[in-house]
C-alpha cells in the first residue's frame, strides 16, 4: 500500500495535462461515457434480428439442397435415432421441431440433449415473465423521478433524486420478491419435470440392456484387497447379503496407452506426408519428403543429430515397430501387477444401485463405490490416481486458475475503457479521435456490433484450458470434466466479466482518491468514509448497463452461426483448398460435430446472471434476455436434432450444476438491490434494505428442500432391493449371456483392445505408391515372421502375384499395411462404425453400435486382449463397406415403462417386475433372431488370417471394398431375393410375419446354413444396384454387366 502510495502521486505529478498518460489515468476512473451507448443499443437491436433474420433465411433456401451438411444425423443415424424427415419445402423445417416433444427428444437425441432444450426453455419462460412485470413497474416509477436527461439513463436508478426519509424504493424491494419467488418456483417445476426424464431414462431399453446401468465401479482400493476376489471381500462389507457379481479388478497396463498414442500420432503424420507427396501422383516432388527422428523413437541416438530421414521410410517403419512393440506388451499384461480400481457387475439394476446407494457416504475398507459410469465415458489415465494425489492435484489446479483469474484483470480492464466505448480510445489516441469525431456515425455502428463480439472471440480459447486443467486435476470421467470445466469457466466469467468488469472504474477512482488526499496529510480512515463507495459502485453499474443490453442482443448471431455452419462450411474450404488434407481428416469433416455442452452452458448461465443482476437497475435488459432464449429454443432445437451429437451421453447430470448457478445469480442479484435501496432509499431508518434480509434464506432453504426431495430419485434407479426368488431372471439375464458379458473387456482399459489405426492413401495413389516405398513388397516367408517384405521362400519356388480380395485373376497392385480410400467413401457414413472414427462423433451411440467396448457385433474375433487388430501388422476386421452393425429392426424388445412398479415412500425405489414379457437377452447371445449378436458364420472370421503373416496381413484392396471372401466377408443380408417373401421382410423392410413364410423355428428356409430357394442364410440372388458404384471406362455401373 505504501509503494502505491507513492507511485500513484508522481505518475499524476510528473504527467502534463495534455499527454496522453494522464488522460489514461483519468479514464481509469471513469472509463465508460454514454455519447455513444444510446444510438449503438438501437444499432445493435436492428442488426443482431436482421442478421438473425437473413442468416435463418439463407438457412432455409439452401437446407433443401443441402442435407449432408444440415441434417447428417438424417445420414448416420440409425433407424432408432434418425430424427424426423424434412420435406424439401423453405420452412419444411419448422413443423418437425414444432411437433417433436420431449420424451421424442430423449430417444432421438439422449436425455443430455433434451435437457439442454428443457434449460433453454425455462430460461425462455422465465425471463418473459420478468420482463412483463419488471418493464410495467420499475421504468414508469424510475422515469417519473429521474433527473436524468438521457432516456437509457432516466429509466434507471442513477439519478432518481428522491428525498431522504422517503421509504421510496419499495417498489425495487417487491420486485425482488416478486422474481426470487419466480426464479424458485420456475426451478422446483422443472426439477420435478428433470426426475420424470430421469425415470424414463432407467426405463429405456438402451438403459435397461446396458451393462454400466447394473456395474458398480469401486477406487482407492487398499492393495490387499485389489483382486476380483478383494472386490467381492469389500462389497460384502457394505452389503453382505447380495446376490453374486462378476467383479474384474484393473490390471496395470503401463506404457501401452503412450505407445498407442505415438502409434496413432505416427499414422497421422505418415498420412500427411502421403497426402502431400502424392498430391498430384503423374507429377511427383523431385524430392522426397524428409523428417526428423522422433525423440521417442528407441534408435533416436543412432540417428545422426539434427540430420533428417526419409520420411516414408522411416515413419512406416516406426509403426510396425510400434505395432510389435504394442503386441508385446499386450501380451504381458496378465503378468503385471493389478491397479486399486476395478468393477462389479449384478444381474439386477435395482440391486446395484441399492448397493450403491448404500455406500453413497462410506468407504468401506478406504474404498469408494459408486455407479459406473458408460465405459467411453472414462478417464482411463486418471482412474490409478491415489486420493492423497487427486487432492494435490486438484489444489495446484486450483492455484492455477486463481493465478489466471487475477492476471486476467489487467487486460480486463483496458477492454473495460476501450472497447465498450471508442471515444475513451480517442483520447488516449489522439488520431483516432479525430477520426472518430468525423465519422461517428461508422463507429457507432462499430462499437454497437464490433466490440461484443470481440470480446466474445477472447474468451474461445477458455474451454480448451480450463478442459486440460481438469484432466490434470484428476477428473474421473469425461461428463464430470465437463460440469467441472462449467463451472471453472462460470466462475471466471462472473468474477473477471461482470464484477471486475463493472466496479473497476469505481475501485480505481476510490483507490486513487484515497491515494490523493493521504498523500497531503488527510487521515485515511475519515477520507474512506466521506468517499461514498457505494454511490460510485451504483453510479458503475447504471453507466455500463447499455452495454450488457448490447452484448446479450449480439450473442442472438451465436445461434444463426451455428444453424448457418459457418465455421465448419469456412474451415472446411481452407482445409481442402489451401492444404493438402489426408483421407482421414476429410472423412473426419464429414462426420456430425459434437456439441459443446460446457461452453453452451456457461454461456447461458452467464447472461443469465448478467440479466438477473442487472434487472434492477436496467429493466430493458430483461425483454433482451427474453428474445434471445427464445429465438435460441428453436434453432439450438434444430441443431442438436439434426447437426450435432452429443459426444459422451451423461444422462442429464448436468441439472445440478445448472440450478445452483441461477439460485446463485439469484443471490448476486439481491446484493444489487441491496445496493440500491442502501442509496437511493431511506438514509435513516433503512427499513427497506433490513426487508432484503430474508431473501438469501429463502434461497438457502429451497436448496436444501430440493436436494433432499430430489437428488437421490434422480440419481438412482432403486434404493431398496426387492425380495424375490426370481430376482437373478428380473432383467431376462441368463447363464449365457453372463458368460458373454466380459465385464474384464468391456470396462478393461481400451489399451488392451483399442484397433490400431491404418494409413490411409487416396485410391488415386494406388498405382504410385509401390513404387514410392523403398521396401520388400511381399509377404513374409513366415508367418509369424517380423520381417514383413522378405523375399519368398527358396529359389525354386515361384511367387505368384497377390490377388485382389473379392476380385480373382486381378492382381494386388496396392501396397500391403495401407487402407485404399476411393473418392466415393471420402465421407464419414462408411466409417461410423469404426471406433476411431465414431469415438469423438457419438461414441458410436446414435449408428446402432456400442461405444467403447469391444462388441460382441463389431465384426472383430473373440481373441485374448494381447492380439493386435488393425493397424499395419494385423488383418483389420471390418472396412468401410462392411458395416458391423445389426438392422434395428432386430432388437430385442422390452415390457417399457409398464413394466416398472412406481416409486413407493415406505420401501423405497421398487425394482421392475421379475420379468419382462417379450423381452430376449439384452446382451444378443440367447438366440440368433432378435439379437444384437452376429452369425455364427461372421463371428470367429478372424482366426482364417492366422497362416498369413501378422505384419502386412492386410491387403489394401480388402480396406477399399471389404470383400475378401473370408477374412473380410459381408455380414448376412437380410434383405431376401427379389419377389421372395421371408419372415419379417420384404424387400428389405420389416413387415408382419405371415403364417406361410415362417420357415421351421427360426425363420430360415431349409438346408444347411439355412438353404433353400430363398439362398443361403438370405444371401440376394441378384446384383445390388449400388449407385456408388460406377464404371468408367464402359460408362455405366458395374451391375450393368450380367
Same mark, same amino acid.
Given at each position: 500500500?505504501?509503494?502505491?502510495?507513492?507511485?500513484?502521486?508522481?505518475?499524476?505529478?510528473?504527467?502534463?495535462?495534455?499527454?496522453?498518460?494522464?488522460?489514461?489515468?483519468?479514464?481509469?476512473?471513469?472509463?465508460?461515457?454514454?455519447?455513444?451507448?444510446?444510438?449503438?443499443?438501437?444499432?445493435?437491436?436492428?442488426?443482431?434480428?436482421?442478421?438473425?433474420?437473413?442468416?435463418?433465411?439463407?438457412?432455409?433456401?439452401?437446407?433443401?439442397?443441402?442435407?449432408?451438411?444440415?441434417?447428417?444425423?438424417?445420414?448416420?443415424?440409425?433407424?432408432?435415432?434418425?430424427?424426423?424427415?424434412?420435406?424439401?419445402?423453405?420452412?419444411?423445417?419448422?413443423?418437425?421441431?414444432?411437433?417433436?416433444?420431449?420424451?421424442?427428444?430423449?430417444?432421438?437425441?439422449?436425455?443430455?440433449?433434451?435437457?439442454?432444450?428443457?434449460?433453454?426453455?425455462?430460461?425462455?419462460?422465465?425471463?418473459?415473465?420478468?420482463?412483463?412485470?419488471?418493464?410495467?413497474?420499475?421504468?414508469?416509477?424510475?422515469?417519473?423521478?429521474?433527473?436524468?436527461?438521457?432516456?437509457?439513463?432516466?429509466?434507471?436508478?442513477?439519478?432518481?433524486?428522491?428525498?431522504?426519509?422517503?421509504?421510496?424504493?419499495?417498489?425495487?424491494?417487491?420486485?425482488?420478491?416478486?422474481?426470487?419467488?419466480?426464479?424458485?418456483?420456475?426451478?422446483?417445476?422443472?426439477?420435478?419435470?428433470?426426475?420424470?426424464?430421469?425415470?424414463?431414462?432407467?426405463?429405456?431399453?438402451?438403459?435397461?440392456?446396458?451393462?454400466?446401468?447394473?456395474?458398480?465401479?469401486?477406487?482407492?482400493?487398499?492393495?490387499?484387497?485389489?483382486?476380483?476376489?478383494?472386490?467381492?471381500?469389500?462389497?460384502?462389507?457394505?452389503?453382505?447379503?447380495?446376490?453374486?457379481?462378476?467383479?474384474?479388478?484393473?490390471?496395470?497396463?503401463?506404457?501401452?496407452?503412450?505407445?498407442?498414442?505415438?502409434?496413432?500420432?505416427?499414422?497421422?503424420?505418415?498420412?500427411?506426408?502421403?497426402?502431400?507427396? =502424392?498430391?498430384?501422383?503423374?507429377?511427383?516432388?523431385?524430392?522426397?519428403?524428409?523428417?526428423?527422428?522422433?525423440?521417442?523413437?528407441?534408435?533416436?541416438?543412432?540417428?545422426?543429430?539434427?540430420?533428417?530421414?526419409?520420411?516414408?521410410?522411416?515413419?512406416?517403419?516406426?509403426?510396425?515397430?510400434?505395432?510389435?512393440?504394442?503386441?508385446?506388451?499386450?501380451?504381458?499384461?496378465?503378468?503385471?501387477?493389478?491397479?486399486?480400481?476395478?468393477?462389479?457387475?449384478?444381474?439386477?439394476?435395482?440391486?446395484?444401485?441399492?448397493?450403491?446407494?448404500?455406500?453413497?457416504?462410506?468407504?468401506?475398507?478406504?474404498?469408494?463405490?459408486?455407479?459406473?459410469?458408460?465405459?467411453?465415458?472414462?478417464?482411463?489415465?486418471?482412474?490409478?490416481?491415489?486420493?492423497?494425489?487427486?487432492?494435490?492435484?486438484?489444489?495446484?489446479?486450483?492455484?492455477?486458475?486463481?493465478?489466471?483469474?487475477?492476471?486476467?484483470?489487467?487486460?480486463?480492464?483496458?477492454?473495460?475503457?476501450?472497447?465498450?466505448?471508442?471515444?475513451?480510445?480517442?483520447?488516449?489516441?489522439?488520431?483516432?479521435?479525430?477520426?472518430?469525431?468525423?465519422?461517428?456515425?461508422?463507429?457507432?455502428?462499430?462499437?454497437?456490433?464490433?466490440?461484443?463480439?470481440?470480446?466474445? =472471440?477472447?474468451?474461445?480459447?477458455?474451454?480448451?484450458?480450463?478442459?486440460?486443467?481438469?484432466?490434470?486435476?484428476?477428473?474421473?470421467?469425461?461428463?464430470?470434466?465437463?460440469?467441472?470445466?462449467?463451472?471453472?469457466?462460470?466462475?471466471?466469467?462472473?468474477?473477471?466479466?461482470?464484477?471486475?468488469?463493472?466496479?473497476?472504474?469505481?475501485?480505481?477512482?476510490?483507490?486513487?482518491?484515497?491515494?490523493?488526499?493521504?498523500?497531503?496529510?488527510?487521515?485515511?480512515?475519515?477520507?474512506?468514509?466521506?468517499?461514498?463507495?457505494?454511490?460510485?459502485?451504483?453510479?458503475?453499474?447504471?453507466?455500463?448497463?447499455?452495454?450488457?443490453?448490447?452484448?446479450?442482443?449480439?450473442?442472438?448471431?451465436?445461434?444463426?452461426?451455428?444453424?448457418?455452419?459457418?465455421?465448419?462450411?469456412?474451415?472446411?474450404?481452407?482445409?481442402?483448398?489451401?492444404?493438402?488434407?489426408?483421407?482421414?481428416?476429410?472423412?473426419?469433416?464429414?462426420?456430425?460435430?459434437?456439441?459443446?455442452?460446457?461452453?453452451?452452458?456457461?454461456?447461458?448461465?452467464?447472461?443469465?446472471?448478467?440479466?438477473?443482476?442487472?434487472?434492477?437497475?436496467?429493466?430493458?435488459?430483461?425483454?433482451?434476455?427474453?428474445?434471445?432464449?427464445?429465438?435460441?429454443?428453436?434453432?439450438?432445437?434444430?441443431?442438436?436434432?439434426?447437426?450435432?451429437?452429443?459426444?459422451?451421453?451423461?444422462?442429464?447430470?448436468?441439472?445440478?450444476?445448472?440450478?445452483?448457478?441461477?439460485?446463485?445469480?439469484?443471490?448476486?442479484?439481491?446484493?444489487?438491490?441491496?445496493?440500491?435501496?442502501?442509496?437511493?432509499?431511506?438514509?435513516?431508518?433503512?427499513?427497506?434494505?433490513?426487508?432484503?434480509?430474508?431473501?438469501?434464506?429463502?434461497?438457502?432453504?429451497?436448496?436444501?428442500?430440493?436436494?433432499?426431495?430430489?437428488?437421490?430419485?434422480?440419481?438412482?434407479?432403486?434404493?431398496?432391493?426387492?425380495?424375490?426368488?426370481?430376482?437373478?431372471?428380473?432383467?431376462?439375464?441368463?447363464?449365457?449371456?453372463?458368460?458373454?458379458?466380459?465385464?474384464?473387456?468391456?470396462?478393461?482399459?481400451?489399451?488392451?483392445?483399442?484397433?490400431?489405426?491404418?494409413?490411409?492413401?487416396?485410391?488415386?495413389?494406388?498405382?504410385?505408391?509401390?513404387?514410392?516405398?523403398?521396401?520388400?513388397?511381399?509377404?513374409?516367408?513366415?508367418?509369424?515372421?517380423?520381417?514383413?517384405?522378405?523375399?519368398?521362400?527358396?529359389?525354386?519356388?515361384?511367387?505368384?502375384?497377390?490377388?485382389?480380395?473379392?476380385?480373382?485373376?486381378?492382381?494386388?497392385?496396392?501396397?500391403?499395411?495401407?487402407?485404399?480410400?476411393?473418392?466415393?467413401?471420402?465421407?464419414?457414413?462408411?466409417?461410423?462404425?469404426?471406433?476411431?472414427?465414431?469415438?469423438?462423433?457419438?461414441?458410436?451411440?446414435?449408428?446402432?453400435?456400442?461405444?467403447?467396448?469391444?462388441?460382441?457385433?463389431?465384426?472383430?474375433?473373440?481373441?485374448?486382449?494381447?492380439?493386435?487388430?488393425?493397424?499395419?501388422?494385423?488383418?483389420?476386421?471390418?472396412?468401410?463397406?462392411?458395416?458391423?452393425?445389426?438392422?434395428?429392426?432386430?432388437?430385442?424388445?422390452?415390457?417399457?415403462?409398464?413394466?416398472?412398479?412406481?416409486?413407493?415412500?415406505?420401501?423405497?425405489?421398487?425394482?421392475?417386475?421379475?420379468?419382462?414379457?417379450?423381452?430376449?437377452?439384452?446382451?444378443?447371445?440367447?438366440?440368433?433372431?432378435?439379437?444384437?449378436?452376429?452369425?455364427?458364420?461372421?463371428?470367429?472370421?478372424?482366426?482364417?488370417?492366422?497362416?498369413?503373416?501378422?505384419?502386412?496381413?492386410?491387403?489394401?484392396?480388402?480396406?477399399?471394398?471389404?470383400?475378401?471372401?473370408?477374412?473380410?466377408?459381408?455380414?448376412?443380408?437380410?434383405?431376401?431375393?427379389?419377389?421372395?417373401?421371408?419372415?419379417?421382410?420384404?424387400?428389405?423392410?420389416?413387415?408382419?410375419?405371415?403364417?406361410?413364410?415362417?420357415?421351421?423355428?427360426?425363420?430360415?428356409?431349409?438346408?444347411?446354413?439355412?438353404?433353400?430357394?430363398?439362398?443361403?442364410?438370405?444371401?440376394?440372388?441378384?446384383?445390388?444396384?449400388?449407385?456408388?458404384?460406377?464404371?468408367?471406362?464402359?460408362?455405366?455401373?458395374?451391375?450393368?454387366?450380367?
Amino acid at each position: 500500500m505504501e509503494a502505491l502510495v507513492r507511485v500513484i502521486p508522481e505518475l499524476v505529478a510528473r504527467q502534463a495535462p495534455d499527454d496522453s498518460a494522464q488522460e489514461f489515468l483519468k479514464l481509469l476512473r471513469n472509463p465508460f461515457n454514454t455519447l455513444l451507448q444510446t444510438k449503438s443499443l438501437v444499432y445493435s437491436l436492428g442488426t443482431s434480428i436482421g442478421i438473425t433474420a437473413g442468416i435463418a433465411l439463407t438457412f432455409s433456401l439452401l437446407r433443401p439442397y443441402n442435407g449432408v451438411v444440415y441434417a447428417p444425423k438424417l445420414k448416420h443415424a440409425d433407424e432408432a435415432h434418425a430424427p424426423p424427415p424434412l420435406g424439401k419445402g423453405i420452412f419444411a423445417w419448422v413443423v418437425p421441431l414444432w411437433k417433436t416433444d420431449e420424451k421424442d427428444l430423449i430417444r432421438l437425441v439422449g436425455l443430455d440433449a433434451a435437457l439442454f432444450i428443457r434449460f433453454t426453455r425455462m430460461l425462455r419462460n422465465l425471463f418473459f415473465i420478468l420482463a412483463v412485470v419488471g418493464c410495467a413497474v420499475l421504468i414508469p416509477i424510475n422515469m417519473s423521478k429521474s433527473t436524468d436527461q438521457d432516456w437509457i439513463m432516466k429509466i434507471t436508478p442513477r439519478a432518481t433524486g428522491f428525498g431522504a426519509g422517503a421509504f421510496n424504493q419499495w417498489h425495487t424491494v417487491g420486485f425482488a420478491y416478486f422474481y426470487t419467488l419466480t426464479v424458485c418456483g420456475f426451478l422446483w417445476w422443472n426439477y420435478k419435470k428433470v426426475l420424470d426424464l430421469r425415470r424414463i431414462y432407467f426405463l429405456s431399453d438402451e438403459y435397461q440392456n446396458s451393462l454400466h446401468a447394473r456395474t458398480l465401479m469401486m477406487y482407492d482400493i487398499p492393495k490387499d484387497k485389489a483382486s476380483d476376489e478383494g472386490i467381492a471381500r469389500v462389497i460384502d462389507s457394505i452389503a453382505p447379503n447380495s446376490s453374486f457379481s462378476r467383479t474384474a479388478v484393473a490390471r496395470n497396463v503401463k506404457v501401452l496407452p503412450e505407445l498407442i498414442a505415438q502409434h496413432e500420432k505416427t499414422v497421422r503424420k505418415l498420412e500427411e506426408v502421403l497426402a502431400k507427396y =502424392l498430391k498430384d501422383p503423374k507429377n511427383l516432388p523431385p524430392k522426397r519428403p524428409q523428417c526428423k527422428p522422433s525423440k521417442k523413437d528407441r534408435s533416436f541416438n543412432t540417428y545422426p543429430k539434427g540430420q533428417k530421414v526419409d520420411a516414408i521410410d522411416y515413419l512406416t517403419q516406426r509403426i510396425k515397430d510400434l505395432e510389435v512393440e504394442i503386441k508385446e506388451v499386450r501380451a504381458s499384461v496378465d503378468k503385471r501387477n493389478s491397479m486399486t480400481y476395478g468393477f462389479a457387475s449384478y444381474s439386477d439394476i435395482s440391486e446395484t444401485h441399492a448397493i450403491a446407494f448404500a455406500a453413497r457416504n462410506k468407504h468401506p475398507m478406504g474404498t469408494t463405490i459408486k455407479l459406473a459410469p458408460r465405459p467411453n465415458d472414462i478417464i482411463w489415465d486418471n482412474m490409478p490416481l491415489t486420493k492423497a494425489t487427486r487432492k494435490r492435484r486438484r489444489f495446484i489446479i486450483s492455484l492455477w486458475i486463481l493465478l489466471l483469474t487475477i492476471l486476467w484483470i489487467g487486460p480486463n480492464a483496458c477492454i473495460a475503457m476501450f472497447l465498450v466505448n471508442l471515444s475513451n480510445l480517442g483520447q488516449v489516441w489522439p488520431a483516432f479521435g479525430q477520426n472518430l469525431r468525423a465519422n461517428q456515425e461508422f463507429w457507432q455502428l462499430v462499437q454497437g456490433v464490433a466490440n461484443p463480439a470481440i470480446t466474445s =472471440l477472447i474468451y474461445m480459447a477458455l474451454p480448451v484450458i480450463f478442459r486440460r486443467l481438469s484432466m490434470r486435476a484428476g477428473d474421473q470421467t469425461k461428463t464430470g470434466r465437463e460440469r467441472h470445466v462449467t463451472a471453472k469457466l462460470y466462475s471466471f466469467f462472473v468474477f473477471n466479466n461482470l464484477i471486475v468488469f463493472c466496479l473497476f472504474s469505481a475501485l480505481w477512482g476510490f483507490v486513487s482518491n484515497v491515494v490523493e488526499q493521504t498523500s497531503k496529510g488527510r487521515d485515511a480512515f475519515r477520507v474512506i468514509i466521506q468517499e461514498e463507495v457505494a454511490m460510485s459502485f451504483m453510479t458503475s453499474l447504471c453507466t455500463i448497463s447499455p452495454f450488457w443490453i448490447t452484448y446479450i442482443l449480439n450473442r442472438q448471431l451465436g445461434a444463426a452461426i451455428d444453424l448457418a455452419q459457418f465455421w465448419p462450411l469456412l474451415w472446411s474450404f481452407i482445409r481442402r483448398k489451401f492444404f493438402n488434407p489426408t483421407p482421414r481428416e476429410l472423412i473426419e469433416l464429414t462426420a456430425p460435430p459434437p456439441f459443446d455442452y460446457a461452453s453452451y452452458y456457461n454461456f447461458f448461465l452467464f447472461y443469465t446472471t448478467v440479466a438477473i443482476s442487472f434487472a434492477p437497475i436496467q429493466p430493458l435488459i430483461i425483454p433482451a434476455a427474453a428474445l434471445y432464449f427464445a429465438l435460441d429454443v428453436a434453432l439450438r432445437k434444430y441443431i442438436l436434432m439434426y447437426i450435432f451429437v452429443t459426444k459422451t451421453e451423461s444422462g442429464g447430470m448436468f441439472w445440478r450444476v445448472l440450478f445452483n448457478r441461477v439460485l446463485f445469480a439469484t443471490f448476486l442479484s439481491h446484493t444489487v438491490v441491496f445496493l440500491i435501496t442502501w442509496v437511493r432509499g431511506d438514509v435513516f431508518k433503512r427499513y427497506d434494505s433490513m426487508a432484503l434480509g430474508p431473501l438469501p434464506v429463502i434461497l438457502i432453504i429451497f436448496k436444501i428442500y430440493c436436494r433432499n426431495a430430489f437428488d437421490t430419485k434422480i440419481h438412482y434407479y432403486s434404493t431398496r432391493v426387492i425380495a424375490s426368488p426370481d430376482n437373478e431372471n428380473g432383467m431376462a439375464v441368463g447363464k449365457e449371456s453372463h458368460r458373454n458379458d466380459r465385464l474384464a473387456a468391456r470396462f478393461g482399459h481400451p489399451a488392451l483392445y483399442k484397433p490400431l489405426v491404418t494409413p490411409m492413401v487416396h485410391a488415386k495413389a494406388q498405382n504410385i505408391l509401390a513404387s514410392v516405398y523403398q521396401g520388400r513388397l511381399s509377404d513374409g516367408r513366415e508367418a509369424m515372421s517380423g520381417d514383413t517384405m522378405s523375399v519368398s521362400g527358396y529359389s525354386d519356388t515361384y511367387r505368384l502375384d497377390a490377388m485382389q480380395a473379392g476380385k480373382p485373376g486381378r492382381s494386388m497392385a496396392a501396397m500391403p499395411g495401407f487402407e485404399l480410400v476411393p473418392e466415393s467413401k471420402l465421407d464419414f457414413e462408411f466409417y461410423k462404425n469404426r471406433d476411431e472414427f465414431a469415438e469423438d462423433h457419438g461414441g458410436g451411440e446414435i449408428y446402432n453400435t456400442r461405444p467403447g467396448t469391444p462388441s460382441l457385433h463389431s465384426g472383430g474375433p473373440d481373441s485374448r486382449p494381447s492380439t493386435p487388430v488393425g493397424g499395419m501388422t494385423g488383418r483389420r476386421q471390418f472396412s468401410a463397406a462392411q458395416p458391423m452393425r445389426p438392422e434395428p429392426t432386430s432388437r430385442s424388445t422390452s415390457a417399457g415403462p409398464a413394466a416398472y412398479a412406481p416409486y413407493n415412500p415406505q420401501s423405497g425405489y421398487n425394482s421392475p417386475g421379475p420379468q419382462y414379457p417379450g423381452q430376449q437377452s439384452p446382451y444378443g447371445m440367447s438366440s440368433p433372431q432378435g439379437s444384437y449378436g452376429q452369425p455364427p458364420q461372421q463371428a470367429a472370421h478372424g482366426d482364417t488370417s492366422r497362416t498369413r503373416s501378422p505384419l502386412y496381413g492386410m491387403g489394401t484392396a480388402a480396406n477399399d471394398s471389404g470383400s475378401n471372401l473370408v477374412g473380410h466377408a459381408a455380414g448376412m443380408p437380410l434383405s431376401p431375393p427379389s419377389g421372395a417373401a421371408v419372415r419379417g421382410y420384404a424387400g428389405g423392410h420389416q413387415t408382419p410375419s405371415t403364417p406361410g413364410s415362417e420357415l421351421g423355428g427360426g425363420g430360415h428356409a431349409p438346408g444347411m446354413l439355412g438353404g433353400g430357394p430363398q439362398g443361403y442364410g438370405n444371401l440376394p440372388q441378384e446384383d445390388t444396384q449400388d449407385p456408388m458404384t460406377y464404371d468408367y471406362f464402359r460408362g455405366g455401373n458395374s451391375s450393368r454387366r450380367r
